[in-house]
Structure formats: C-alpha cells, structure tokens
C-alpha cells in the first residue's frame, strides 16, 4: 500500500515533459528571421531614396509596401489553406523558401518596379509564418498554454526588430556593405533555419520519438474536437460571426504594428534628427532597439496575464478581453508622441504602445482556437490575415498620403484608437467567445456580395490618386505595368467608391437579418 501511495504521489508530483517548448522556439526563431527580413526595408529607407537609381519618393515608398501588403493579404488566405492541406510542417517550409527567395532579390533590383515586385513576393512568403505557427501551437498545446506559448513566439517580432537595426549598423557601418549586399547575406538565415525545421518538426506529437507519454497526455488533455466534415469549409466560415470577430480584430490592429516597422526609423530620424544613412553612430540603433526590447516584454505578459487569469477562475472569454483591454489603454498615450521633443521619452511611449499591441495581438490570436475545432483554425487565421493585410494596404496608402503633406500626428491619433475598435468588434460579434459546434448549412451569398463588392472598393482606392487638388482633380485608376487604364472625376470616383462599399454594407446586414429570423 506505502509503495503504491509512492508511486501515486512521485507521479502526480513528476514534471510533465518539455519538448514542446523546443517547438515554440523554432517559432520564435521563425519569426525573428521573418521580422529581419521585413523590417529591412524601414530601417533602409533613408538609403533607398538617396539611391538615384531607385528614384523613390515618400509615394513610391508607400505604394511599395502596399504592393508588400497586398500580397500578405492575399497570401495569408491562401496559406491558411495550405497549412490545413498539407500540415504545419510543410506549410511553414514552402512560406520559408519563398520568402527567402524574394528577401535576397531585394538585393537585384534597380527600379521602383522591381523593388515592389520584390517586396509582392517577400509579402506571399511571409504571410505563411503565423498561420503556420498558430496551427503549430494548436497542434502542440492544450487550451491553458496556448496564449502563452503564442506570446513567446510573437516575441520572435520583436527580437528580430531589436536584431535588425543591429544587424544593419554592424554590416553597413561596421563592415561596410551595401544595401544589395545586406539584403543577400542575411537571406541565409532562412535556409538555416529550413534545415533545423525539417529536422526537427512534426505535426502530430504523437508520432515524435522525443515525446514522452506523460507529455503526449498534457498537450491532448483538451475534449476532442467533434469528428465533423464541413464541405465548403471557407464559404461556411465567412458566414460565422466568430470569424469576424478574429478578421476585424486583425483589420484594426494589423495596420498599426506595419507602420511602426516601416515608417518609425523614418519618424524619429526627421524629428530628432538621428543617422540613418551612414549608419556610423548608435544612436538611432539604441532608440530601436529600446523600443522593440519593451515591446517583447508585451508580447510575453500579455500571453501570461490571461493564462493567469484563467487560473484564477476567469472563463477564457473573460481573461481574453480583459486582457486586451488593459493593453488597449496602455496604448493611448502614443497619441501624443509628436508632442514630445526629447528623443527618450518618445522612445518610451511607443514601446510601451508597442508591448501593448503585442500583449493584445497574443490574445487575439487565441480566439480561433477558442472557438473552432482545430481542423478550421488555419482557415479562420488566413481570412483574418488577409483582413488585417486589406487594412494595413488601406492605411500605408493614407500614410504616403499624410507625410507627402509632412504630418505624422493623424497617423498616431489612429494608432492610439486602434485598439478600442477592435475589442469592440470582438465583443459585439462573440461576447462569449463560445466554441462554434455546427456551421451554417446554406450558402451565405448576402455575405459573397458584400466580400465581392467590399473588394472592388478598396481595390479602386488602392489603384488610385489624385493628380491635381482642387475641382479640377482627376484620379487616374493605376494598372500597375500597364499604365493609366482611366482617369475618373472626382464625384465619379468617391461615388463609385461609396457605391460598393453601401453594397458590402446592405449584404452584412442582409445576412445577419437572415441569420436571426431563421434562429442560426
């Protein structure tokens, strides 16, 4: 009897196994070569545009990232699929090489054209890493570990923002490359990184050697998702609430965290003045590196306060909000960071709003898992991706906007509020977070035309800008390659404009009406 108390008590007591953690540390590492690889444009803006061979001005700058952005949007939808295909495994490794690929090609390019055809495949790439990740963590974690194992990995942002300044100073002001040079040669650490991957990785923990049985039970201690085929899984998603909860959530914040990486470098080298052309002093590497450093701090304890929460008795939906609701008020002094003229103080506000975002962000993406069995999480986080890509297009188009007018206050006004929206719309739309057991059976058209016609307006905006002011304006409707397709008057421009986003409006409303008379 005393040996089988013994044994009872050691095994309670034992340490469950811990090779899950070295996954999310192949995330993390993932995420910090993904940030390297994106954040590089930002810090070398300066350069690009002394670069008479790029000819690139505050408005090609934007229309650049907007190219990068679209392609994320776009991307993200498709590698949502492709991570539920194929696995994590796989899917992780095709966004890696396709990254990478299009990083190095940076490098390459003498044209504006050429430079956003770079970035367009840098954006296809990237938009695999968090889809592929978020499946990871489901596939690895159970529920209660789950923001916090996202947090760790979403840190990899910060790291490799913290990293690249660094990474630069030292290859451009150190060792005295150009910038064709950096893009090359940090490329290889997206093929280090493929080979640990492979090595490494799998999608079922069931099926790797380093997982021990006790473990295996912790990551599957869960209740088992319903055994549920849902044909037209993607159509039957976009008439769920829940996933727009997620997407709208992504839509807001989404754009906020993109201009800190591209245009921040660029804001507090014209407001305190600070080298970022030479590289030859630290100043504007310290003040970068400070920035991000607080915000890491963000993305782990926003993860760790809601798991806490949760252990003290809170339902998910509860410890989730409240959470994004304490970073959501962390961030609202960023609104006066044009105010501040000493360069610390500034350095300190931002960090803080961006620890915030990243607290926040760690939270909502826990909201697929919360609410959907886990063989729909990576299609729900494509379609939020692909928001969140649509809203940082949408918002890189007005940044080139206002700083072509030289103003960067409207843009943190925006960041400041950012983040109210988007927990208002997690909550109207899920204000209990509860898990979806069924989908809606019937096609939901009124939601496809509102998509359609929500698509049509913001490409025309995208695809468009003023020539002149005044009523004489003429919005010439950009094809990219092809050149002018068409140039629209004013009142023919915004009122198309308007028109099909009254559509895409009328079609939400349809389908929620439609939706509560039938009781779904």
């Not at 992780?92 to 054209?113: E, F, K, L």
């Not at 014209?270 to 993305?299: F, K, P, Q």
């Not at 809170?314 to 000493?342: E, G, H, S």
């Not at 919360?370 to 939020?384: E, H």
Request: a neutral charge; aromatic letters at 14%; glycine letters at 10%.
């Amino acid at each position: 009897m005393t040996d089988t108390r013994e044994a009872m008590i050691a095994g309670a007591t034992r340490r469950v196994g811990r090779y899950r953690w070295v996954i999310v540390g192949l995330l993390f590492t993932a995420t910090v070569i993904n940030y390297i690889d994106r954040q590089m444009i930002g810090l070398l803006k300066p350069t690009l545009m002394a670069d008479p061979t790029l000819a690139m001005d505050e408005r090609a700058y934007a229309d650049i990232i907007v190219w990068f952005t679209i392609a994320y949007a776009a991307g993200y939808l498709v590698f949502g699929k492709v991570v539920d295909a194929i696995g994590a495994r796989l899917g992780y490794a095709a966004a890696v090489v396709i990254w990478t690929i299009a990083h190095v090609a940076h490098g390459g390019a003498y044209t504006v054209a050429q430079f956003a055809i770079a970035r367009f495949g840098l954006g296809v790439g990237e938009s695999g890493n968090f889809p592929a990740g978020v499946k990871s963590v489901a596939n690895w974690f159970p529920q209660r570990e789950r923001a916090f194992a996202i947090g760790i990995f979403n840190a990899g942002t910060n790291v490799g923002a913290i990293a690249t300044p660094f990474l630069v100073f030292w290859l451009m002001g150190g060792l005295g490359m150009s910038w064709r040079m950096v893009f090359v040669v940090t490329g290889i650490f997206g093929v280090l990184w493929l080979i640990a991957w492979l090595a490494i990785y799998r999608d079922d923990p069931a099926t790797h050697p380093r997982v021990e049985a006790d473990e295996l039970a912790h990551i599957q201690s869960d209740p088992a998702d319903p055994d549920v085929k849902t044909p037209g899984l993607w159509v039957r998603l976009l008439a769920q609430k829940e996933t727009w909860a997620f997407a709208l959530g992504k839509f807001f914040i989404d754009p906020v965290w993109w201009f800190y990486l591209f245009w921040l470098p660029g804001y507090l080298g014209d407001r305190y003045d600070l080298d970022l052309t030479t590289w030859t002093t630290a100043t504007a590497v310290i003040a970068l590196g400070a920035i991000y450093l607080i915000s890491d701090v963000g993305s782990i304890a926003g993860g760790w306060l809601s798991g806490k929460f949760i252990s003290m008795g809170m339902t998910a939906n509860k410890a989730r909000k409240l959470t994004m609701l304490v970073c959501a008020f962390a961030v609202l002094p960023v609104m006066f960071a044009t105010a501040v003229d000493n360069l610390w103080v500034s350095v300190v506000i931002i960090g803080v709003a961006a620890a915030a975002h990243q607290g926040f962000s760690a939270n909502l993406f826990t909201v697929p898992s919360d609410t959907y069995p886990r063989f729909a999480v990576g299609a729900v986080i494509g379609i939020g991706g692909t928001l969140g890509g649509i809203g940082g297009a949408l918002s890189s188009k007005l940044t080139g906007y206002f700083l072509a007018n030289e103003t960067y206050t409207p843009l943190f006004i925006l960041a400041g509020g950012a983040y109210f929206a988007a927990l208002l719309c997690i909550h109207l739309l899920s204000p209990r977070l509860e898990r979806v057991e069924r989908f809606r059976e019937t096609t939901p058209w009124a939601v496809l035309v509102a998509i359609c016609a929500g698509l049509v307006g913001v490409i025309l905006f995208l695809a468009s800008s003023a020539l002149t002011e005044g009523p004489g304006a003429c919005y010439p409707v950009w094809a990219g390659p092809f050149g002018d397709a068409a140039c629209l008057t004013p009142p023919v421009y915004w009122g198309a404009i308007v028109a099909f986003l009254a559509v895409a409006v009328a079609g939400v409303l349809v389908n929620a009406l439609g939706r509560r008379r039938s009781g779904s």
